[in-house]
């Protein structure tokens, strides 16, 4: 009698499991598409926001380098990500290097910046931030436009030691109320001009002949 | 008639899931920041919501008691992975600002309570008003309490709404209190969810009982339903 229940039971659920699965696939398959679409764009929004069209003609997505793992933590990175390089008529103009900052106010901040042949800054985004909102928040383009205060920005413009806030002796804007949080991504992108500084060669000295795009 | 209307009331203010029941506050207080959060998560709510009254009111009798829990479960996460996909396709940019909630809709009490409590015991037809009765309740008060947090704390409202409408909608914000506005802080951080929602609550409190007063002069007749609103009518 027991036994009969049971089994029952495991029918019923099972049936259930099976169409849910069923639901499940379906949706995924209707939609699996169009989020892919909407990933890539979006990723190609962020990357395209940083880097002036002018400068390269090729998919940025797929053309992207590995970071060896000594140099990843020059950056402050901890995972895979990726240098995407930039080309013009297959000569490399710019690369957009990904980093992070973890000295600020409340957990990690993921950055990208542009960085042209010539060391000068084309843009800089935060990625992701859980710095307080309505202060340290104004890291974030959609918030403040503090961020694009990088623009144009080289290790030799400014000097090295007006790199820093304001409060620091620097040149560049803390907000107010939160000096942590300025202070945190202008060190970080200090440190990324330097690494680029260093490590250029490593993208720009072959210069690339064959065609571009297949360095995945 | 009038049994559709007492669903309809008891959803959207009797037994509102939020302000009476306190169901579903973690996803309440977490993404009511500002109006589109808590209109994308409501919507996300009520659409899982309705969907799993409708699927639990139409196997209602095909169940036995001992499993019906988990196949209510599993009804109520097929359709939020569902919404979250739907999302993911089409409003993407909500669906990364919403992150984690999105599949936290399958733990919202609010959504296994109305199945237990009402979809498996009643027609389709009674078990989808409530559903959306309820849903809709809870959607209201997470926009109130997010429209409530964005004006306070940053001084606009409709912001951003383009993530969930379009293009079109990015020009609905509101300024309202000019540029120098600083922002009232503690509104947009968690202790504004919860003073927000204390409020709500409270506000409530006070319509409820003015009515009463209202209603017991009108009858004169002494009032004979219980004090306080807080029942959670047949659920256990």
Known sequence: ?216 | MNEYKEISFNGLWKNNPALVQLLGLCPLLAVSGSVVNALGLGLATLLVLVGSNISVSLIRNAVSDAVKLPAFVMIIASFTTCTELLMQAFTYELYQILGIFIPLIVTNCAILGRADAFACKNKLIPSILDGFAMGLGFMLVLVAIGAIREILGTGIIFGNMHLLFGEAARSWQISLFGENYKGFLIAILPPGAFLVTGLLIAVKNIIDAHMKKRAAAKSKSPATRSKRVRTTDNTA
């Open chain 1, 1 to 216: 009698m027991l036994g009969q229940s049971i089994t029952k039971n495991s029918l019923i659920l099972g049936g259930f499991a099976v169409v849910t699965a069923g639901v499940l696939a379906f949706t995924f398959s209707l939609t699996a598409d169009k989020i892919a679409e909407e990933e890539k764009r979006a990723a190609t929004r962020a990357l395209s926001e940083i880097m002036p069209a002018h400068l390269y003609d090729n998919d940025l997505l797929s053309n992207t380098r590995e970071i060896p793992l000594e140099q990843q933590q020059l950056l402050g990175l901890e995972g895979d990500e990726k240098i995407y390089i930039a080309t013009l008529n297959g000569q490399t103009t710019a690369i957009i290097v990904p980093m992070i900052a973890h000295d600020g106010y409340s957990g990690a901040i993921k950055l990208i910046a542009g960085i042209q042949k010539n060391g000068q800054i084309t843009g800089v985004r935060v990625l992701s931030h859980r710095e307080t909102p309505g202060l340290g928040d104004k890291i974030d383009i959609n918030k403040n436009d503090w961020i694009t205060t990088f623009d144009g920005k080289s290790l030799t413009r400014p000097k090295s030691e007006r790199w820093a806030v304001k409060k620091d002796g620097g040149e560049f804007d803390q907000f107010t109320g939160a000096t942590i949080t300025p202070r945190a991504v202008v060190n970080r992108v200090k440190q990324t001009l330097t690494y680029f500084k260093k490590h250029r060669v490593q993208f720009f000295s072959q210069n690339d002949g064959n065609s571009s795009g297949q360095e995945n």
